[in-house]
């Protein structure tokens, strides 16, 4: 498995609109050729505050193999999407 090492930092997510922080994400991971399905899990769940945390908790301490980051923006996008 390839190890990508590449400074990013995400904005804290946007409970108010996932959608578009999910958006400005995968923009900000094409301009660092960030395309690894576990980097950009972890680039995501380092992103969350703690209430967001809490909620996505039983996927953060039992990440699903594979396809961590299509699971976890599912999970977040419609876990707060109704807002928008």
């Known amino acids: 498995m390839a190890v990508e090492s590449v400074a990013l930092k995400l904005p804290t997510f946007w409970v108010s609109s996932p959608s578009a922080w999910f958006a400005q994400a995968e ?20 992103s969350l505050d703690t209430t967001t945390a809490t909620r996505a908790l039983s996927i953060i301490t039992n990440p699903p193999t594979p396809n961590k980051y299509p699971v976890i923006k599912s ?10």
Do not use: N, P
């Open 27 to 46: 923009a900000q991971f094409a301009l660092k050729s960030i395309s690894q399905d576990e980097t950009k899990y972890y680039h995501v769940v380092s």
């Open 75 to 84: 999970f977040l996008t419609s876990a707060f999407g109704l807002s928008e």
